[in-house]
Each structure stands twice: as C-alpha cells, then as structure tokens.
C-alpha cells in the first residue's frame, strides 16, 4: 500500500522557486500516473501536475511554463519544481495517484508565497 510523505514547501517571495518532493512508503512502479494536488484555503482541491509511468506529463493551465513535474521509479519518489511562483500559488500540495486514493491523502506540504 503506497503512502506518499511530501516535503519542500516554504515561504518564498514571488517569482522564487521550490522544489517538492514526495516520498512514497511503496513502489510507485505499476502506478500509471502519479500526481500533484493543491488546496487554497476557502477552495477545492485542484489538479497540478500528472506524470506518467512512461514520463508523459500534463499540467494545469495556471502552472503550464512554470512547473515541473518528474518521477525517480527507483527511488519511489515524485517530484515538482516550481518556479516564477505566484501569490495564488500558496496552498498545500498534496502528491496522489490519479486518480486520487482516498487512504494515500497526507499531511501535505505548505507554500506560501508572499507579494
């Protein structure tokens, strides 16, 4: 049963950069496409970023040209490198499969971005 632990998140002023990462507690090799969520306070939980096990990658159009997201399937880790962030970028970022699991919801990681 895999359990995604994220980490990375920060305060950072806008158009810094940080990198996420998600550490699973199981092997992410059979898992199609892996993902990247966020929650802004007051709203949904939104898609980020997708990547698949072959490396193809979606994004959101309010990250497309300023997010990256990638998969380490040997070390069990995805990643998301985001920069020229944004104060709508603040949320915590939540790493799932997708679709999501509704037993591999974390603790997430807090961005803050400041203006």
């Known amino acids: 049963q895999v359990q995604p632990v994220e980490s990375g998140g920060g305060l950072v002023q806008a158009g810094g950069s940080l990198r996420l990462s998600c550490a699973a507690s199981g092997s992410i090799v059979s898992i199609k496409i892996m993902a990247w969520y966020r929650q802004a306070p007051g709203k949904q939980r939104e898609l980020v970023a997708g990547?698949?096990?072959?490396?193809?990658?979606n994004y959101a159009d309010s990250v497309k040209g300023r997010f990256t997201i990638s998969r380490d399937n040997a070390k069990n880790t995805v990643y998301l490198q985001m920069n020229s962030l944004k104060p709508d970028d603040t949320a915590v970022y939540y790493c799932n499969p997708f679709p999501p699991w509704n037993h591999a919801w974390g603790q997430g990681t807090q961005v803050t971005v400041s203006s």
């Open positions: 990547i698949g096990s072959g490396g193809t990658t």
